[in-house]
């Protein structure tokens, strides 16, 4: 696997691979302690935001499709196992939404700036739909209007409006070339 | 090159989301001492006392946000309070004279309060250090496990009522499934009275006692507790909110009565686990 960033599907020279490997695990454990103890005391109409899959796609932007899915993978599986929730499901909603998102990445021209506050505005409809979808398959209340209209886009507008700030971070982070687009937009 | 490339990238996700499945069919297969749960324990035992920190360290912030949050429902809640002050007044002069006569009778009739909690129990004292943020569980994570005596299915308070009860546990740090959860259900009785029923949580965060007959009289405002009946996991009598709705359909075998909780449960911070 690749860990050196890539746009557009050029690939560049990257960091050292181990560097990568520390900033990833950085990135991690700071979406870890962020969803799990800052994310449930920002609250809009009762949804909360959701660090993990904005980092999450953060960083498949930055890295690319595959780096994204086991990136997506671990944390999601891990926020899951830290909140006791079953094991399982975040992993496959956040492989998903890695991967999406760095081949959205790999395939399209990154110029336009907005392009992480679209791509994190996608990413948490497709999450919070396929979360729903796995509840109603647990055979869990999954109320359409209330979650359409109390989850999915209060959670989305607040993932959106925390995309730009944690974009630049996790771009800070993870350094390369191409450098804030969102603050040029 | 990049055909091969394509197809490892492929692979991987496939690969991965094939883990995901598996892992979540294995969770639910296996019993609750199985290595995905013991997996948990210990990560969560290594990752307790950074989000312990974590959540300290947020307390402040969270505070000032809270309190931001408070003063706007303040301004909107204003006039609603004022009503409400009016009658607060009224019944304030209504339970003195009440608690003057219930003096009168206690000391007549010698008896004795029965405590909340029976004498073999143990309080705990806990912090909640993380809590699912998702509409789907409500839950929190608190400090203390089985290094501290808390067992599986014990049940957690705070100075105002009922929390929940202990879910998943780990040496250093115990999950709990709040009342609002959709998985919880308590034996609750209503006071005065004694109406039975079973109350459950929602997805929406909203409570209400189900299975309670129609030839019951149940009134709003009326006090809702645990039954504490034998096999209830819960002692007896501790507070869980007032009756704010009761509605009866001809269709429906039971009458619905929603609950307001007296613990607020956006607020959690200090709580109590009741060990046996």
Redesign the interface.
Known sequence: MSLTPRIGGEVRHGPHVGLDLVRLFGAGLAAMLLQTTVSPHIGVLGAHPDFVLIIVVCVALLRGAEVGAVFGFVVGGLVSVLLFEPAGIGAFVMVTIGYLSGRYAETVDLSPGLLPVIAVLAASLLGGAMYALAQFLLERQVPTYYVATRVLVPMAVLNTLLAAPVYLVVHSLFGGEHHARVLEA | MGRRRAL??RL??VI??L??????????REPSDGP?HH??ER??RL?AP??DG??RV?KPF?DS??WVADLFDAQSQNGDLRAEVERLRQQAARELALERENDELRGLMKVRDDPIFPRDVTLVNARV?????????S?V?VNVGTDDGVDLYDAVVNGQGLVGRV??LSPNAA?VTLLTD??SYVDSSILPGGAQGLLAG????DISLQYVDKSQRVERGQVVVTSGRTASIYVKDIPIGTVSEVAQQDVELYQSVSVVPYVDF?TLDLVMVVTR
Do not use: E, K, M
């Not at chain 2, 883990?19 to 639910?28: G, K, M, N, P, R």
């Not at chain 2, 929602?202 to 965060?205: N, P, R």
């Open positions: 490892r990238r991987v996700a991965l989301l883990l995901s499945v598996a892992l979540l069919t294995l969770y639910f995905v997996a948990q990560a969560l990752v950074l989000q974590t959540a947020i969270r946000w809270n250090i993380a809590r699912s943020p998702t509409a789907w569980y839950t994570t879910s998943s999950q959709q998985d929602s997805v929406t965060g956006h």
